[in-house]
């Protein structure tokens, strides 16, 4: 099995909600008329995806779909981009678990919830710098 | 807010259990000392972190970490290269939640849970095959 996520699908309650909710954050769909809601990461798709149909695509209840507990990491460049994208996140409705703050190791964060809860942390790591068209290598924390 | 994450944070329970879970499906992990097992996917890394410790890092209880419901899709080029990862999946001790089964839309796939409950996909879709290099992109379903 080679290291990679093609595809990563938010289980969400409304589609029409969430979708408007990643088109405020300046995101823009692909084009589809299949049920799904795709946007184009870097070598990847984040999908969104209803809650029921989700389910039953896998073949269990709705209520065991929320099980594995993980957050979307988006990495800036420059700290205080992390102030912006929180409001931003803000503007968008979301949810602000944690406003932009320094952290122990030396990084600097914040954490939003978007409609359904999914947890996207906004980070810069000044000892992981992004590559020139924003991908990312975990060199630590320093 | 470019279209990209840098980050996906897998919140386990046990860290030696999660990182031998994904080292017994081929992976390899970064070398760190930082409390994190790392592994670097394409343009961005997929990361193991103590459930407290995330939920410490976010500032909310721990109870509150599993809401937003996602799984992460894993695409291959060949149809039977499904069932084999499922096989792959279920020796290194995955709960297999959906056995490799063609899908209603012409694909063909099967669904695992990770020590902690991440739902993982592992699918052939023959409308949106993979670059060289493994890059996916979302063409729909046909």
Redesign the interface.
């Known amino acids: ?11 969400v309650s409304d589609m029409g909600r969430s979708a408007a909710f990643y088109e405020a ?4 769909r ?1 084009k ?1 008329d ?1 049920g ?1 809601v ?10 969104l995806y209803p ?1 029921a149909k ?1 389910a039953e ?4 209840r709705e209520a065991d ?11 800036v460049s420059e700290k205080q981009e992390v102030a912006a ?1 929180i409001d ?1 996140a803000r503007a968008a409705g979301a949810r602000i ?2 406003e932009a703050s320094d ?1 122990f ?1 030396g990084g600097h964060h914040g ?1 939003f ?2 409609p ?4 996207w ?1 906004i ?1 810069h790591n000044p000892f992981s710098p ?2 020139d ?6 060199n ?2 320093g």
């Not at 099995?1 to 289980?11: D, E, G, N, P």
């Not at 795709?38 to 999908?47: E, V």
């Not at 695509?57 to 269990?60: A, C, L, R």
């Not at 068209?133 to 975990?138: I, N, P």
């Open positions: 099995m080679q290291q990679r996520v093609s595809l990563i699908t938010l289980a954050l300046g995101w823009a692909v589809t299949d799904v795709a946007f184009d990461l870097i070598g990847q798709t984040l999908g809650r989700l695509d896998i073949g269990i779909l929320g099980r594995g507990a993980m957050t979307l990491g988006y990495n994208l931003v678990l944690k952290v190791w954490y919830a978007d359904d809860g999914h947890i942390e980070a992004l590559s068209e924003g991908a990312f290598r975990w630590g924390y």
